[in-house]
Nanobody, 121 residues
């Protein structure tokens, strides 16, 4: 079992960059696929991207492809979301999720509490 904890959110101007981190407790972090999701006010939660257990494979939503990059450091039990060329429509609470079986846009068993990202125009 892992418990994801996100950090790194904040306020940034449009066109800027931000890197989110997700530290997951537990000794078997490398046995979990990790995903990033976001939820804007009044909207449903949406998939942002995911990374496989080993980090060899990543998958992104079309809305962030080419701008966001997911990576992980299994030695540090941490997954990262590097966000570049941010737009006001990227404003949302960003969540990190973990699952030992599902990956991509599938359901995840363990969720963090979220971190707010606000992009000003």
């Amino acid at each position: 079992q892992v418990q994801p904890v996100e950090s790194g959110g904040g306020l940034v101007q449009a066109g800027g960059s931000l890197r989110l981190s997700c530290a997951a407790s537990g000794r078997t972090f490398s046995s979990y696929h990790m995903g990033w999701f976001r939820q804007a006010p009044g909207k449903e939660r949406e998939f942002v991207g995911a990374i496989s257990m080993s980090g060899a494979t990543t998958y992104y939503a079309d809305s962030v492809k080419g701008r966001f990059t997911i990576s992980r450091d299994n030695a540090k039990n941490t997954v990262y979301l590097q966000m570049n060329s941010l737009k006001p429509e990227d404003t949302a609470v960003y969540y990190c999720a973990a699952d030992p079986t599902h990956w991509g846009t599938g359901s995840y068993a363990y969720w963090g509490q979220g971190t707010q990202v606000t992009v000003s125009s």
